[in-house]
């Protein structure tokens, strides 16, 4: 585990931290539009639901699914999905587990791999390049895989003017100015970067600034799923939760998130 994975996986072992996503309890609009068109098929699916984190996506996926397993890499996260969901969901599985490292999971075994909340992004591109392939391997024939990325594109939104509003409490005005300067000092080569380059990893302020992600070009994720395997992918856009109506769409969004379902 290099420093940019191990910084990630120590914010995710924080008490507070792992507070927040067990009270985090609802999907995105994307996520439920993803719902919809795969719960037709859910009730006969295996599904690996990895960073699972505080357990958002159990309360909606487990009940529905033939069988349920979920991953986390902070033991925290895993202990408080135990508490939580031992008795409602006990044929649900929890382990403490990384997506650097699936070789547990044989090729064709799975029918539904979910990777929520932009936890690809805590990943080197060269393990991001290795887990796409691997997730590619474990879907059974017609499996599906979503997960989420940040966007490379939002980067040019992400300004100081951007926060300055009219508001009656200028201190709260003042408070985001101030923490959109220090993302733009603490990344400033990363956004002298970003016009030209396919992805660049960034300090987005994200619980105290411990965490350090990819945000990526929407065409070179497309070129990455290709390359892994991936023939038929669908994007979904984080503003509306609808689907792209095609790549040139997805590709001009500037939406900070993108979400893709992938076979």
């Not at 507070?19 to 919809?36: C, H, M, R, S, V």
């Not at 474990?138 to 939104?157: D, E, R, V, Y």
Request: glycine share 6%.
């Amino acid at each position: 585990m290099n420093a940019l994975e191990t910084k990630s996986k120590t914010t995710y072992l924080s008490p507070e931290v792992i507070d927040y996503y067990a009270n985090y309890g609802t999907l995105q609009a994307p996520e439920e539009a993803i719902f919809k068109i795969l719960k037709p098929k859910l009730s006969e699916a295996r599904m690996l639901d990895i960073g699972v984190g505080g357990g958002r996506t159990t309360v909606f996926f487990a009940p529905e699914v033939k069988s349920y397993t979920a991953i986390d890499y902070s033991e925290g996260m895993i202990e408080r999905c135990k508490q939580r969901f031992s008795e409602r969901f006990p044929e649900a599985n929890f382990f403490v587990g990384d997506a650097t490292n699936l070789d547990e999971y044989q090729d064709g075994s799975l029918d539904f791999v979910l990777f929520s909340f932009n936890g690809i992004d805590y990943m080197t591109m060269p393990a991001r390049k290795e887990f796409l392939r691997k997730a590619r391997r474990m879907l059974a024939p017609g499996g599906q895989f979503c997960f989420s990325t940040h966007n490379i594109a939002w980067l040019k939104k992400m300004t100081v003017a951007a926060v300055i509003h009219f508001r009656l409490n200028m201190f709260a005005v003042l408070s985001k100015v101030l923490r959109r300067i220090k993302i733009r000092r603490i990344n400033a080569a990363q956004f002298a970067a970003a016009d030209k380059s396919d992805f660049v990893y960034i300090n987005d302020g994200s619980h105290g600034f411990g965490l350090e992600q990819y945000f990526i070009r929407a065409s070179h994720q497309l070129e990455l799923l290709r390359e892994a395997g991936f023939k038929n992918i669908r994007g979904f856009s984080l503003e509306t939760g609808k689907e792209f109506a095609s790549e040139k769409d997805l590709c001009a969004s500037e939406d900070s998130w993108m979400y893709f379902l992938c076979s």
